[in-house]
């Protein structure tokens, strides 16, 4: 989940896929998006819940959800904040290196 979040915000972090070891559950962001379904509070609070991500966190999907569903699409300045507040100012490598295993 945290992977598939990483290449919705950060695009540029597909220029490293093939030189890393992460595996993606969805073939795009859009089937992760529908996925998710993180919308509203509720499915916010399920993945909060299930220990996947904690609140601040699933506020970040949040956000990303209802972006996607109002737009069809994350707009690149948006994708920069929901990284930022996922990351702070870590770089996508620096980013995948301290995900969990």
Known sequence: MITS???????QLNNYIDI??????YPSAEIALQDWSIQTPAS??????????????AD????????????GCIDIYVAKELYDSFFGQKSPIDAIFMLPN
């Open 20 to 25: 890393l070891d992460l595996s993606l559950v």
């Open 44 to 57: 916010a609070q399920a993945i909060v819940d299930r220990k996947l991500v904690n609140r601040s966190e």
């Open 60 to 71: 970040v999907f949040l956000k990303l959800g209802q972006e996607y569903v109002k737009n």
């Open 5 to 11: 979040f990483l290449l919705i915000v950060h695009p």
